[in-house]
């Protein structure tokens, strides 16, 4: 079983890091929560959960709370699963300003019999991804498992420039798609 990752603080700034739990043979991965009461930046930085290949169990959740979030230079937030048992999910909530991606990827994913996690975004502000910045979750060629629901909620303004949001049927098996709400 892998261990929780809590981060909590007014401002968290990642840079050039990795924060990862993961299990290898049978348990459930640890979860990744991040408390930013006013700002978190992730810039060229990682927080994943994943269940290897071969494992059992489940993978971990990452949630992130932030008055204001930033992704930035090829950061990553992901989960999956690779193994018996299903992928965490990823929800990333801003309080009070925009949610923000610039060439960035947020995705759950599954290349084995689990299902991938749902990744929900959810802004009082604004969303914007921008450049090469994605958000997916999708089950891999020979998975038996299905991807997620994408869920995008932002009160005030959605704007993708780019690659954007994929359905879990753009790479292989599942069938929900994704979910937009603009306030």
Known sequence: TGGNIHLESRNIFLQDSELETKVAEQGVSGNITVDASNQFELSGSRLSTSLEPGATGSGGNITVDAGEISLLDFSLIDTATFGEGDAGNVE??????????????????????????????????????????????????????????????????????????????????????PEFSEG
């Open 92 to 177: 990333l909530t801003s309080t009070i300003g925009p949610i923000s991606f610039q060439d960035s990827n947020v995705f759950s994913i599954t290349g084995g019999s689990g299902n991938a996690g749902d990744v929900k975004l959810r802004s009082n502000s604004s969303i914007a991804l921008n450049g090469q910045s994605s958000v997916n979750t999708a089950a891999s060629l020979g998975a038996s498992g299905e991807g997620g629901t994408i869920t995008i909620d932002a009160s005030e303004r959605l704007r993708i420039i780019g690659p954007g949001v994929s359905e879990p049927t753009s790479l292989a098996l599942g069938n929900r798609g």
